[in-house]
T-cell receptor
Framework: NAGVTQTPKFRILKIGQSMTLQCAQD?????MYWYRQDPGMGLKLIYY???????DKGEVPNGYNVSRSTTEDFPLRLELAAPSQTSVYFC???????????????FGPGTRLLVL | GDSVTQMEGPVTLSEEAFLTINCTYT??????LFWYVQYPGEGLQLLLK?????DKGSNKGFEATYRKETTSFHLEKGSVQVSDSAVYFC???????????FGTGTLLAVQP
């Protein structure tokens, strides 16, 4: 299993450009998540999905969009990139267990985004 | 609101020293507690977890005990190695949701 994969690893964007961060998992996990990690801060949840066709906002969704057309893929779309979106983005996935809230999340290696 | 507070780093130790990284939480419900570790250039990976009061999570020589009375989940290791150098994140997840709430992370640097 490749686990959770993310592309690209690094990208520089100009202000106002758009891009899609790709995330895929091959573990047949229902739940998927997007986080951003800013220096000296913990991870903040951007969006999450509990299954194909179902997405919901996290703590910091403004400026982002997501879709979940398949179980495997969960792309994150940035429209009109802004310097405040400079960050490291992590995708994660998990499988629901009987003990709600106890699931282990599996993280991808991250995408480093610089908006200039 | 629900939150996690962990000690600020960086924490610099010599090899074989004892490690403690403090973590306390505030939660409206009855959370599960986690420690995730991030090695340089990598994503986060689960180090250990505990799902109820007095549970002890352990892995790779690291331990943490879920203390409901002090709302704490401190990470300990008796003898650190250079390979333990990483950022450690404390996190909680509530039963009503499967979303993680992270602390700000603590950088551990172990010197030979």
């Amino acid at each position: 299993n490749a686990g959770v994969t993310q592309t690209p690893k690094f990208r520089i964007l100009k202000i106002g450009q758009s891009m899609t961060l790709q995330c895929a998992q091959d573990m047949n996990h229902n739940y998927m998540y997007w986080y951003r990690q800013d220096p000296g801060m913990g991870l903040k949840l951007i969006y999450y999905s509990v299954g194909a066709g179902i997405t919901d906002k996290g703590e910091v969704p403004n400026g982002y969009n997501v879709s979940r057309s398949t179980t495997e893929d969960f792309p994150l779309r940035l429209e009109l990139a802004a310097p405040s979106q400079t960050s490291v983005y992590f995708c994660a996935s998990s499988y629901p267990t009987r003990g709600r809230g106890q699931e282990t999340q599996y993280f991808g290696p991250g995408t480093r985004l610089l908006v200039l | 609101g629900d939150s996690v507070t962990q000690m600020e780093g960086p924490v610099t130790l010599s090899e074989e020293a004892f490690l403690t990284i403090n973590c306390t939480y505030t939660a409206t419900g009855y959370p599960s507690l986690f420690w995730y570790v991030q090695y340089p250039g990598e994503g986060l990976q689960l180090l250990l977890k505990a799902t109820k009061a007095d549970d002890k999570g352990s892995n790779k020589g690291f331990e943490a005990t879920y203390r409901k009375e002090t709302t704490s989940f401190h990470l300990e290791k008796g003898s650190v190695q250079v390979s333990d150098s990483a950022v450690y994140f404390c996190a909680l997840s509530l039963r009503a949701t499967n979303k993680l709430i992270f602390g700000t992370g603590t950088l551990l640097a172990v010197q030979p």
